[in-house]
């Protein structure tokens, strides 16, 4: 099957590919597998002071829709608040990158990966999912 050009170019030039210290308390950290394919994906965010998304930083073991999706979901949340970061769409990354039909699940595996990482960071903060501090 062809990639779309976008999705070649994340795979082949991936941004922000690395990892932050796990322990770190500005850190949050999103590990999620597919069931569809075993492929696996961690995605960490670096919050400022403010609640909002400084760096972004994957590792995705997978397809090259996997790697791409982690490598878009990290540019466009930087700049983000935690909220903001939550309410990307697996379909806008699928759209994005022109996904075809069966490489959904891993548009889908980044927006999981994106939540699970936002979820971390307010557990260590003790902010309750429901009621995020302005
Ligand atoms: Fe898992 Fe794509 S099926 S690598
Ligand atoms: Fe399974 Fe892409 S994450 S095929």
Known sequence: MAYSDKV???YENPRNVGAFDKG???IGTGMVGA????D?????IKVGADGVIQDAKFKTY???SAIASSSLVTEWVKGKTLDQAMSIKNTQIAEELALPPVKIHCSILAEDAIKAAVLDYKTKHGVAESKEAA
């Open 8 to 10: 070649l170019d994340h």
């Open 24 to 26: 770190d308390e500005t």
């Open 35 to 38: 069931p569809a394919c075993g």
């Open 40 to 44: 696996v994906m961690k995605l960490q």
């Open 62 to 64: 997978g397809c090259g």
